[in-house]
C-alpha cells in the first residue's frame, strides 16, 4: 500500500491511498495542521515502526475503509454499512491504543529536540524514563526528522509518498499507567472510526 501527503492550500494536508485489497479510496483531508508533521504522517510512522498491524493503516492496508471512504459514490452506503458492522478485534484496540500511547509522546519529544517547544506538556513527567529511552523511540524519532525536512521544505500542491508493509509480527507494547496525558478531541473520533484520536498514555515499546 502507498499513502500520499499531499501539502494543500490553507494550511491543510490530504492523504490518498493506493492500496491492493478493498474497495478504491477517496482523498482525505487530515485533521489539523503540522508545519513539519502532519498528524496522521506520525500515526504512519508510529505505526510502521511499532509493527501495529491493528492500527489504521495496518486496517486499510488489509482492505477497510476505516476513517476513509469509498471513491465511488454508489459504493458509499454498502461500504459504511460494511464498516459500522465491523467490530475491532482485542488485538485491533490494543494496538489503536498503542498508535495513540506512542504518537502521544513521540511528537512532543521531536518538538523539544527541534526547537519547536520549550519543554514537554505537564503528563510526560509522569511517562516511565524506560519508555523515553526505548531503542523503538528512537527509530520513530529518526524517521520524523526525515519527513519533517522533507515536508516543510515541500512546495503546496505536492506530496510524499510512503510505502507499507504489512508488519510480520504486531508487538503488544505494555501499559504505562502512570502517564495520563491531557484528553483532546480528536481522540473518540478516531477510535470510533471516524477520524484523528487524542493522546494516551505512553506503553513500554517491546
Known amino acids: ?103 502521544s509522546i513521540c511528537l512532543p519529544m521531536w518538538e523539544l529536540r527541534a526547537g519547536h517547544r520549550t519543554e514537554l506538556p505537564a503528563w510526560a513527567a509522569r511517562v516511565e524514563p524506560d519508555i523515553l529511552r526505548a531503542p523503538l523511540v528512537d527509530r520513530i524519532m529518526a524517521r520524523l526528522d526525515e519527513f519533517a525536512e522533507r515536508w516543510h521544505a515541500l512546495p503546496v500542491g505536492t506530496g510524499i509518498t510512503l510505502s507499507w508493509e504489512p508488519p510480520a509480527v504486531s508487538p503488544r507494547p505494555r501499559a504505562s499507567p502512570r502517564a495520563r496525558p491531557a484528553r483532546t478531541p480528536a481522540r473518540a473520533a478516531r477510535s470510533a472510526g471516524a477520524g484523528p484520536a487524542r493522546a494516551r498514555p505512553p506503553r513500554r515499546p517491546a
Open 1 to 103: 500500500m502507498r499513502v500520499t501527503f499531499t501539502k494543500a492550500p490553507g494550511r491543510r494536508y490530504f492523504m490518498t491511498i493506493e492500496r491492493e485489497r478493498g474497495v478504491e479510496l477517496a482523498p482525505r483531508q487530515g485533521p489539523g495542521y503540522h508545519d513539519y508533521l502532519p498528524h496522521d504522517a506520525v500515526h504512519f510512522v508510529v505505526e510502521q515502526e511499532a509493527g501495529l498491524a491493528g492500527g489504521v493503516f495496518g486496517r486499510v492496508a488489509a482492505g477497510q475503509s476505516n476513517i476513509f471512504s469509498a471513491a465511488d459514490p454508489r459504493l458509499l452506503r454498502r461500504s459504511a454499512r460494511r464498516e459500522a458492522r465491523r467490530r475491532p478485534t482485542a488485538a485491533q484496540r490494543l494496538d489503536m491504543e498503542s498508535s495513540e500511547s506512542l504518537a
